[in-house]
């Protein structure tokens, strides 16, 4: 049986978020895959995570490509953001739910506080709230609304998307 092996890790990833305590034979049973496949893919469950967090990795790179750009369209700038976080949604609930600290996090968590300031400048969000505290409104609302998603399945990628767009902007839009 052939499989896409992007896929196979994002599921794997998605499920260890949800369950870390999930054994290898879990994991093969819940993502569709054999244990023996799983096995010859990854060895043991110590190294899929390493190979999660090298993939976790690149997310700051993608969401540096949005975050330092000029902002002409700071809205379009924003729903890209939003979209590259929950394209990668099963690699954010695995690292707040393992609570990875890494460096490269650590600056993209600055370079979004620039980003939400060049918001303030351009007077499309609000000053009512400390740039800070816009990257914790906007970190928590989108890492609940993935946590939902994951657990429901009446909610369309799209759908999620824009209820974090509009629920943001309604609370920290100018």
């Known amino acids: 049986m052939a499989f896409d092996r992007e896929e196979l890790l994002r599921k794997l ?6 369950n870390p305590g999930m054994t290898m034979t879990e994991l093969a049973v819940k993502t569709g895959i054999s ?3 799983l096995h010859r893919i990854y ?12 993939r976790l990795k690149k997310i700051p790179v993608e969401l540096g490509l949005i975050i ?14 939003i979209s590259v976080l929950y394209k990668n949604r099963a690699y ?6 393992d609570k990875i600290d890494d460096a490269e996090w650590k ?21 009512d709230f400390t740039v800070e505290m816009m990257v914790y409104i906007f970190s928590g609302m989108s890492t609940w609304m993935m946590g939902l998603q994951a657990e429901r399945d009446d909610l369309s990628e799209r759908e999620v998307e824009e209820i974090i767009f509009k629920a943001l902007l309604n609370g920290i839009k100018k």
């Open 92 to 97: 954010i609930l695995f690292m707040f739910r």
């Open 107 to 127: 600056r993209c968590e600055e370079k979004l506080t620039d980003f939400f300031r060049e918001g303030q400048r351009q007077g499309i969000l609000s000053s």
């Open 43 to 54: 060895a043991t469950k110590e190294n899929l995570q390493n190979v999660i967090v090298e």
């Open 35 to 37: 244990k023996a496949s």
């Open 68 to 81: 330092d750009g000029a902002h002409e369209n700071y809205l379009g700038d924003l729903r890209d953001l």
């Open 13 to 18: 990833t998605l499920a260890l978020a949800l």
